[in-house]
């Protein structure tokens, strides 16, 4: 048995492990960010569930950590305090990125996480199945319910050989995608095995990982062996180490085989993860900003070779290079071991522990620049700046084009050994348990607003297109994650005057305009993040269905909690037929959702019937009937 059936195995609360069939798996452990976590408490709240109910719930503060106002430092206070109320642990704002905490000090091999973030599968790195979800499906959790997804697909990549000088984990993760491209791994998890895999650190594999969310993968994972023993023993943890690996001779749907021998230093270039060239071919472009950090890349390993890099260099004049430590742990182990001066005396902007740029919390760069990332996402105008030209690389190959100004290929450069160290450095006095904190009260301060609820599904369904989208539309289009949003996540009608705005700005009027509709898109409708916003804003803005040729499978999981009609064209042709404007009309909505399968959609305006796939569980089509998750709960209550 392969290592993701074997831990599924252990979890399996109803269904069997059939890829394609509804599943339930029991959650040891789940975890919520900032910008998502806000909804996902008060939908905790809404259960009316006194405390979770999981072996271990984290909330972390990393994502909104700029204070140019009230409005984070208010949700910082009511997300710390409903936390410690309801037993969850509290990552402070400058403890670090939850995945590499999460890694650090609460990974556990065999277990199973979810997490309001898309990037949740980073702890595969260390043998958990780590899965995102939509913040309603990390509440239901904590209340001590099921995850509910489909079996997934199992792809065994098999790992060869071993890595060259200055070739990375991140080149293995961009020759992943690739072969697979961003739409790839959806309905799939990436199982990596063979002899190639012994080589590489967990922070490595970490990387490999969390890259795999751009796949549009369930999740990631690797065995538990004798590198996570190592990193467990060093963070004073070797007690939760059990060694899991795949069965020789595991059955897979899939099979692919990368020899890391050779591998080359790779960039994914604007704008997408998969848009993969050699950074060879790259090398007369010159580059205006240069970031290292993120969830992807700021382990101590990683911070420790650009640092080596860099000593004794000077940043190039004209490159503006940022660094962010992924915890405060890192951070500390670096300016105890003199690394920080090295990175500062050569002109490094060192900031704070937390996400920052790569989710659009400052250093957006100028007009028209070049900016090399180490970060997981590239999408348009995610950087803060729709002019930008944003590629994503490893660290080497940041640290060597900041000092020259131009993309650098690492591989012909110096390469330093930095071997993990036998102890971290642990303190976790930014992390809160509730066990010291009694009679809690939660704080509210008044940018939190009410998360908009949906109404039990009409006879008939009717509205106009109010958006005609193309393919790979992310999460960061439906509504965009920046420095001047991001403060009010938990104010979903400040949010909806932004909604689609990448697409097109004048979407919030149309929808109020025409009380609501029908968005209309191509394959891969809502990629990238986790954020169940890009759900309830459009839910606010009255928005009754999706039609689209494919969804990714967060985006519609979360449609579905709201109650949204996620449906998929059966013939992708009709997607060409169907224009802005056009009136759509769903007859005897109820009694076709009740049926299961297909569900016909007229276009009255054109006067052709579109016939949509919509396979909904029993479970699914009792959440859109009711108007969601939580109006069927109530209702069965």
Known sequence: M???????????????????????????????????????????????????????????????????????????????????????????????????????????????????????????????????????DVAVAMGGGALYLIMPKVVKVELKGKLKPNVTAK????????????????????EYCGEGVKTLTVPERATITNMGAELGATTSIFPSDEQTKAFLAAQGREK?????????????????????????????????PDNVKKVSELEDIKVDQVCIGSCTNSSYRDLMKVAAILKGKRVNPEV????????????????ENGALA??????????????????????????NAVSVRTFNRNFYARSGTASASVYLVSPETAAYTAIKGYFTDPSREECFEVAMPDKFEVNDNLILDPKDFKDVTVVRGPNIKPFPLNVALPEK???????????????????????????YRSNIPYLSEHCMEPVDPEFPARAKANGGGFIV?????????????????????????????????????????????????????DYDKIENGDELVIENAIGQVEKGGEVTVKNVTKGFDVVCDMPLSARQRKFILAGGVLNSLKKSN
């Open 521 to 573: 898109a191509g394959s891969n409708y809502g990629q990238g993040s986790s954020r169940e916003h890009a759900a309830l804003v459009p839910l606010y803005l009255g928005i009754k269905g999706v039609v689209a040729k494919s969804f990714a499978r967060i985006h519609r999981d979360n449609l579905i909690n709201s109650g949204i009609l996620p449906l998929t064209f059966k013939n992708e042709a």
């Open 2 to 136: 392969n290592l993701t059936r074997k831990i599924i195995g252990t979890h399996l609360v109803t269904g069997s492990m059939i890829a394609g069939e509804e599943i339930a798996i029991r959650i040891d452990q789940t975890l919520t960010q900032d910008s998502t976590g806000t909804m996902a408490y008060l939908q905790f709240e809404a259960l009316g569930i006194d405390k979770v109910k999981t072996l271990r719930s984290v909330a972390y503060i990393d994502h909104n950590t700029i204070q140019s106002g009230f409005e984070n430092a208010d949700d910082h206070a009511y997300i710390q305090s409903v936390a410690l109320k309801h037993g969850i642990f509290v990552s402070k704002p400058g403890n670090g990125i939850c995945h590499q905490i999460n890694i650090e000090r609460f990974g556990v091999p065999g277990q199973t996480l979810i997490g309001s973030d898309s990037h949740t599968p980073t702890a595969g790195g260390i043998g958990m199945l780590a899965i995102g979800a939509g913040g309603l």
């Open 461 to 487: 369904v009717s509205g106009k297109v109010l958006l005609k989208a193309e393919d790979n539309i992310t999460t960061d289009h439906i509504m965009p994650s920046n420095s001047k949003l991001l403060p």
């Open 240 to 272: 939760d180490f059990i060694p899991l690996s795949a069965d020789e001779n595991s059955a897979y749907d899939e099979e692919i085989v990368i020899d890391l021998g050779e591998l080359v230093p790779l960039a994914a270039c604007p704008h997408s």
């Open 171 to 190: 080149d293995v993760i961009l020759e992943v995608l690739r072969i697979m491209t961003v739409k790839g791994g959806v309905g799939k998890v990436i």
């Open 342 to 367: 090295d990175m500062i005396n050569a002109g490094a902007r060192v900031l704070e522990c937390a996400c920052g740029p790569c989710i659009g919390m400052g250093q957006s760069p100028k007009n």
């Open 320 to 335: 503006s290079l940022t660094i962010s430590p992924g915890s405060r742990q890192v951070f500390a182990m670096l300016a």
